[in-house]
């Protein structure tokens, strides 16, 4: 018997676009598209592994029906059966020649292509890093727009596309990071969604002992003893053996022994501190608080009086001879600090080239370190960026001149232009763009003066979140694709305006691009002339 050959070929892969090694996936949603070809290229390859075992497979169950009917015949009269001469001829050639060939079949191994294709694609893969940060990103999405974590585990979220949700597995995986962060709250919020989903009947690989011995020692971290005691309890009913449970429950009993006995000394005056305290915790309104809230819409609303000074209008940049017959349209966003929108200030077809332009380059953002004034990353900017220079495209270029007529503001000494992509839960925490007297060599090296003037352009939609907030005055600015908006980060008198402190919020669906133009002082003494009064 001839064994047809099988022909196995799995496409080595298509490698990514991009010919760099890992660079923080988890920080550009623009990235991570490109993990989604990879990952569509492996079940490609999967795919193909799996139909070469299946023809392989296939001739075996042929080979052995074959087999099977020959020799029931062959058994019910061996002699009769071998006394013709080819059924002599063919059990020799059989047992010579066709099991041995069934024998290196059965030997062959079919994965060499898909494990070649893995090994190729492996270094592109995302690592613990980018696990974990994509872990956090859905941590911090949950408190800053107050989502429980049955939403989101269902995936109900506003403005979704394609959903998708958390499985009891996934929840424990979320808790355990939180775990290692010594992020306790979070930790017991995602081990009892874990647990909640179990108790519900979801078929899972995840243990409910090791869920209970998680979620117990991150109730009493915080405090919580008689419901640490109690889920406890519920692990060594499943495990009654477990070391580290009974040996907690001791504990914990003598824990709570020793809190009656204080308790007895507590004296009422002591409730009543507390209770002075909580209400002060109340009233004091914190910039992260602040911060989320206007993140989530809640921010303070303008009054009517405030709100009547708020205008939209026809721009001509001053007279500028390139906009006198063709204004832009210019909205008022807010008034101290004055922010203004433009609408339709770049086109869908400059944005695609700006981003395109952007991608290849694009590495994890920096902050200026105050101490050093040298570029570092920090845990509370979530996004990757690009630098483009004018003379590398003339749609740069043209973008730079139009920010020019458009503020007034000489942009040969500005920086080049930012291109940014968030991540998951891409954010910025409040920060200043200009520097304080605290940083005199923050832009030093630059000569050029401090950040006068901010221009941001927003490069894409956002399905929900995203939004620039500033949290001094209440402001909130929505990401809407074309439009940009610019601020004066500097008094005229070139003193900082603290009220344009300013902040990204989290991106809770979508995919976020921006861009942004920081003006510096220099070349301005004409343009925008000093004032006497430091706040003017």
């Not at 009543?272 to 109340?282: A, I, R, Y």
């Not at 920010?403 to 200043?432: C, K, M, R, W």
Request: proline share 4%; hydrophobic share 35%.
């Amino acid at each position: 018997m001839a064994f047809n050959k099988i022909w196995y070929t799995v496409a080595l892969g298509l490698l990514l676009p991009f010919s760099y090694a890992h660079t923080d996936f988890f920080t550009s949603i623009g990235h991570m598209t490109d993990l989604i070809n990879t990952e569509k290229d492996l079940v490609v390859s999967l795919k193909d592994y799996i139909k070469a075992e299946e023809s392989k497979l296939e001739q075996i169950k042929k080979w052995a029906e074959k087999l099977d009917q020959l020799t029931d015949t062959a058994t019910k009269d061996p002699e009769g059966f071998l006394g013709h001469p080819v059924n002599a001829f063919k059990l020799m050639k059989r047992l010579n020649t066709e099991w041995g060939e069934l024998e290196n079949l059965v030997l062959k191994d079919m994965s060499d292509g898909f494990i070649s294709n893995m090994t190729i694609q492996r270094q592109f893969f995302p690592n613990d890093e980018d696990q974990t940060g994509a872990a956090k990103a859905l941590l911090r999405l949950q408190d800053t727009y107050n989502l429980d974590t049955d939403t989101l585990s269902r995936g109900n979220l506003p403005g979704v596309k394609h959903k998708s949700f958390l499985t009891a597995e996934d929840c424990f995986e979320l808790g355990k990071i939180a775990y290692t962060e010594a992020d306790y709250y979070h930790t017991e919020l995602w081990m009892e969604q874990a647990l909640k989903q179990l108790d519900e009947g979801e078929v899972s690989s995840a243990d409910k002992v090791y869920i209970l011995d998680y979620l117990s020692y991150a109730v009493y971290q915080q405090g919580d003893l008689g419901k640490a005691m109690m889920l406890t309890k519920r692990l060594l009913e499943l495990d009654p053996e477990h070391q580290r449970a009974n040996g907690n429950m001791k504990y914990f009993e003598y824990i709570m022994a020793k809190e009656k006995e204080a308790n007895k000394s507590s004296t009422d005056s002591e409730d009543q501190v507390e209770k002075e305290t909580e209400v002060k915790k109340k009233d004091y309104l914190p910039e992260r608080r602040k911060y989320e809230m206007l993140c989530r819409g809640e921010g303070l609303k303008m009054t009517p009086r405030r709100q009547k000074r708020l205008f939209c209008r026809y721009y001509d940049g001053n007279r500028n001879p390139r906009y006198i017959l063709g204004p832009v349209k210019q909205e008022d966003e807010w008034d101290k600090p004055r922010i203004v929108r433009f609408l339709d200030i770049i086109s869908d077809e400059e944005i695609e080239t700006v981003k395109e332009l952007a991608k290849p380059r694009l590495s994890r953002a920096t902050v200026h370190d105050p101490e050093t004034g040298k570029l570092t990353t920090a845990h509370y900017r979530v996004s990757k960026s690009a630098w483009l220079s004018g003379y590398e495209s003339p749609v740069v270029s043209r973008i730079n001149t139009r920010i020019q007529d458009l503020t007034g503001l000489d942009v040969s000494t500005a920086e080049e232009l930012q291109v940014a992509n968030y991540g998951v839960g891409g954010q910025y925490e409040p920060h200043f763009d200009f520097a304080r007297a605290n940083e005199p060599d923050a832009f030093k090296e630059l000569g050029t003066g401090n950040r006068i003037a901010t221009w941001l352009f927003y490069m894409s939609d956002v399905s929900a979140g995203g939004a620039t907030v500033f949290p001094e005055v209440g402001a909130s600015v929505w990401p809407k694709k074309g439009t940009a908006v610019f601020w004066y980060n500097l008094f005229p008198s070139g003193e900082g305006d603290y009220s344009t402190r300013h902040a990204a919020c989290p991106v809770l669906v979508g995919n976020k691009w921006v861009s942004n133009k920081w003006l510096h002082e220099r070349g301005q003494e004409f343009r925008r002339p000093c004032t006497l009064s430091e706040l003017e």
